[in-house]
């Protein structure tokens, strides 16, 4: 039978949780790393675009970068963890993630109020080649810069995106976003990363 | 010393125990050094010599299993220079050695070695040379808690009718147990009274998260997820907030679900992988499926133990003040664990559903509370207006009830627990503990 990811969560089960669990790890082996410059080129400027989204809050057309199936993926532990025995900083599914977008479009989400300007650093873009040929790895870093109400402050990290080739561009499966600081208090951590 | 019958009064209470270093100093004697205070779950430290960091106020300690198998708190001090002899979350070992000048310590606490000793002429057998411990420390089912106050009552009396929604909270588990399951961790620009004023407040909900209930019922055409039920008149919904004494109260949702098997689950908001595991589940387990999804569900009661305690939904969150303005809230996660096989086999299923449904609140819900607390501790800036009111319900005829234990019981949105817990908080702030370690290893 066929779901509307956007309205029930089927795709999210045992199997999904080993696949993700299983492709995020060991996948940083310096013999899969593509040296191909075209294709770096390409994954970086996917990776910026996706930063300017989210600067601008375009927050639709960020959302319209992912897969039907996909995951925006915070872990609370360094190294990932294991979704299915832990909580996260966040692991949102399709619906998910147009709910975390709905509410950062109500007025009323307070954490939100003023809603923050950012600035996103993307850099050492990587990209890993995997099992299957249609999809990358791609490891970049980030640092973003956060201004609300008076107060500066920022993230950073790297993040891990699993890319499915599309069109000349790219559709993102998983975005794994590993903060350095994902195992302590955060506060007001309510942008998308 | 700052006059607290002035600044505690019947209705209201003053700023200053927001804004006031001094209170916040007497704080962290009075309270966080003189009654229970939380300190770690003892699913953290399962086996002997384990050990997690953790802290008493704002003392840095150790609470350890030690290698005889007693729960101890540790400070996390070297006798020697004052470093902390501990530098790793969590972990196991039968000693801590200080990276300063490497003074060691068994996890009993007793000093086992100083290097080069026939440089002292000391007897280092003597107990002043031990780490200082905490001389109180008792777990209740699994929360350790710990007091440097010899005269507290015993735990359990501290606790007093809290016990009962507690038992019922694990008793919902196999085995009437939970494990922490790492944490979404949170903090806030704020005093730590704002979260636990607000930790059974009914009266806020819809207004400061009327973005999470607009989210959680987006999909559908009437509003009956989540915390749908404080729409139109919350006061008249069996729902209830108790005040049990001892600063501790409750607020109690359970009331308003249908009292049968699947209803905790129908009143769920969309997580990531409910439906996908409800279908299998039920294909599995058929009219026991209900009840393995109810566990997977957020059980409506939020059990607030003063000063640090809220058990709310599946979480056990712990207030941590770290500075008058500053507060750690760590929204620990809890697992299922089923040793006799009560569900059957779907253990990995439930907490798979459960882990996805306790990230949910502090995501979308939490960030605007502390949003809201942040924003009091900002208008709290303005000195010439003193007061902060806590009276809806007082003086209404008929509202608030008393029965023979003592435990108060007002309507979901009524304030009468932030009065009657302030009563006991302005007890304690007028008392003059006496506070003690311990160093004798026993």
């Known amino acids: 039978m066929n779901h509307d990811p956007s309205k029930t969560s089927h795709y999210i089960g045992n199997q999904y949780y080993a696949d993700l669990v299983q492709n995020y790890s060991d996948w940083q082996g310096d013999d899969n790393e593509i040296s191909d410059p075209i294709l770096r080129e390409s994954c970086r400027r996917f990776l910026e675009k996706e930063a300017r989204l989210l600067e601008s809050d375009r927050h639709d057309d960020w959302l319209g970068l992912y897969a039907p199936e996909c995951l925006y993926w915070v872990p609370a532990s360094v190294g990932g963890g294991d979704p299915r025995k832990e909580v996260a900083v966040a692991f949102d599914d399709r619906r998910r993630l147009e709910d975390r977008v709905f509410r950062l479009q109500n007025e009323y989400a307070w954490s939100q109020q003023p809603i923050s300007r950012t600035v ?22 980030f640092l973003i810069t956060e201004f609300q109400a008076g107060d500066k402050r920022s993230y950073t990290g790297w993040s891990g995106h699993r890319l499915q080739d599309r069109d000349e561009s790219w559709q993102i499966l998983v975005k794994q976003v590993n903060l350095i600081d994902c195992d302590q208090n955060l506060r007001n951590p309510s942008i998308i990363l | 010393m700052p006059d607290f019958n002035h600044l505690i009064q019947e209705d209201r209470v003053h700023r200053d125990l927001y804004t006031d270093e001094n209170i916040f100093k007497e704080e962290m004697r009075k309270i966080f050094g003189a009654v229970w205070v939380y300190l770690a779950h003892e699913s953290q430290i399962p086996e002997n010599d384990d050990y997690i960091m953790s802290k008493l106020g704002l003392r840095p300690i150790i609470v350890t299993r030690d290698s005889g198998g007693t729960l101890r708190v540790l400070y996390n001090r070297c006798t020697h220079r004052g470093a902390t002899v501990c530098r790793k979350e969590q972990g196991s070992t039968k000693a801590f050695a200080c990276p300063y000048h490497g003074w060691t310590f068994l996890n009993s606490g007793k000093l086992s070695g100083v290097p080069w000793p026939e440089g002292y002429a000391d007897d280092f057998s003597d107990a002043k040379f031990n780490l200082a411990q905490v001389p109180r420390v008792q777990s209740y089912r699994g929360f350790i808690f710990g007091t440097l106050n010899l005269d507290a009552p015993s735990l359990e009396d501290y606790l007093g009718p809290a016990r009962t929604p507690v038992d019922q909270w694990l008793d919902r588990h196999p085995g009437g147990k939970v494990a922490i399951s790492n944490a979404n961790r949170l903090k806030f620009s704020g005093n730590w009274k704002l979260a636990y004023d ?52 409750f607020k109690d949702k359970r009331p308003n679900i249908e009292n049968r098997p699947g209803a905790l689950w ?54 941590q003040p770290v500075s008058m303005t500053e507060t750690d809230t760590t929204w620990y996660g809890t697992a299922v664990i089923d040793e006799d096989n009560e569900l059957e086999g779907a253990v990995d299923d439930v907490n798979a559903i459960r882990m996805r449904t306790q990230e949910g609140f502090p995501n979308f819900g939490e960030v605007d509370d502390l949003m809201n607390f942040e924003q009091i501790q900002e208008g709290l800036a303005a000195e010439e207006d003193e007061w902060v009111y806590m009276h809806r319900g007082l003086g209404v005829e008929g509202r608030i009830t008393t029965d023979e234990n003592g435990v108060i019981t007002g309507p979901a949105t009524d304030e009468v627990f932030m009065r009657e817990y302030m009563k006991e908080y302005k007890r304690l702030m007028l008392s003059e503990p006496e506070l003690k370690i311990e160093r004798e290893v026993t």
């Open chain 1, 120 to 141: 996103r650093l993307v850099s050492n873009v990587t990209v890993f080649a995997c099992d299957e040929p249609s999809i990358v790895m791609v490891r970049s870093n």
């Open chain 2, 198 to 249: 607000n930790s059974a407040d009914g009266y806020h909900v819809i207004f400061s998260h009327r973005s999470l209930l607009a989210m959680e019922n987006r999909l559908l055409t009437e509003d009956e997820k989540g915390m749908a039920f404080y729409k139109d008149k919350p006061d008249e919904a069996p729902m209830y907030v108790q005040y049990f004494g001892n600063g501790h109260h």
């Open chain 2, 266 to 319: 129908e009143i769920e908001g969309p997580h990531p992988g409910m439906e996908g595991y409800e279908e299998d589940l039920r294909a599995r387990l058929g009219d026991k499926a209900d009840r393995v999804l109810d566990i997977a569900s957020s059980e409506p009661v939020n059990i607030n133990i003063f000063p640090n305690l809220l058990i709310l939904g599946n979480h056990i969150q712990v207030l």
